[in-house]
C-alpha cells in the first residue's frame, strides 16, 4: 500500500506538471464542451496504462535503448505536436479576421478524435516514454506478478484521469466565455503557441 501511495504521488506531480497532455485537455474542453475533455482526459490516462504494460514487459526499456525507435517515437510526436499547434492557431486567425456576428460557431469534437487525440498525444511524448522508463523499475522487480502490474495500471489511470477530468471539468464550466470569438482566438493563438513550441522543443532534445 505504501508503495502504492508513493507511485500514485509521483504520478500525480508528473500529471500536474504542464506539457502536451494539458494543452490537448484545455484544447478540446473549449472546443467540443466538457464531454470532449473528458474523453480526452480518458485518453491520456488510457496511455498512463499502455505505458505501465509496456514497460512491465520491456517494451518501453527496448525502445528508450534504441537509438532509431525513440527517434522515431520523438519525431512522429514532435509533428503530431505541431500539427495540433497549427491547427488552433490557423483556428485563431479565422476568428480575428471575423467580425463577432459572422464568427464560425465551434466546431464539436466527437468522442472518438477527443479520446484518440488525448491517447496518441500522451503516447507519442518521448518524455512519458523515458518518465515510465524510470519510474516503473523502481516499483516491478523480476517476474513481478501481473496483478502487481494491473494495480500499478489503474492507480496510474486513475490519478492521471481524475486529475484532467477535474481539468476538463473547470474548462467545460468557463466555456461560456471561453467560446466567445475574441477569447476564443486568444486561447486558440496561446494553446496553439504552446503546442508547436512543445513539438519543436521535443524534436530538438
Not at 11 to 37: E, K, Q, Y
Not at 88 to 111: G, L, Q, W
Not at 133 to 154: H, K, N
Request: proline letters at 4%; aromatic letters at 10%; one cysteine or more.
Amino acid at each position: 500500500m505504501t508503495a502504492l501511495m508513493v507511485f500514485a504521488a509521483a504520478i500525480l506531480v508528473a500529471s500536474i506538471v504542464p506539457g502536451p497532455d494539458f494543452a490537448i485537455v484545455t484544447r478540446n474542453a473549449m472546443l467540443g464542451g466538457r464531454g470532449s475533455g473528458m474523453w480526452t482526459a480518458l485518453g491520456v490516462a488510457g496511455g498512463c496504462v499502455v505505458w505501465v504494460v509496456a514497460t512491465a514487459v520491456g517494451l518501453s526499456t527496448l525502445l528508450a535503448a534504441s537509438v532509431v525507435a525513440f527517434t522515431f517515437v520523438k519525431v512522429a510526436g514532435a509533428i503530431y505536436l505541431i500539427y495540433l499547434g497549427a491547427r488552433s492557431i490557423h483556428a485563431a486567425f479565422k476568428d480575428r479576421s471575423k467580425p463577432v456576428a459572422e464568427a464560425e460557431p465551434t466546431r464539436r469534437v466527437t468522442h472518438w478524435e477527443a479520446f484518440r487525440s488525448g491517447l496518441l498525444c500522451n503516447l507519442l511524448n518521448p518524455k512519458a516514454l523515458v518518465f515510465f522508463t524510470a519510474l516503473i523499475p523502481q516499483f516491478i522487480s523480476g517476474g513481478a506478478p501481473w496483478a502487481y502490474v494491473g494495480e500499478l495500471a489503474f492507480v496510474a489511470a486513475a490519478v492521471n484521469g481524475l486529475w484532467f477530468l477535474a481539468l476538463a471539468n473547470l474548462v467545460g464550466l468557463l466555456r461560456r466565455f471561453l467560446t466567445r470569438p475574441n477569447v476564443r482566438a486568444w486561447i486558440n493563438g496561446v494553446t496553439g503557441g504552446i503546442l508547436v513550441a512543445l513539438g519543436l522543443r521535443v524534436a530538438a532534445n
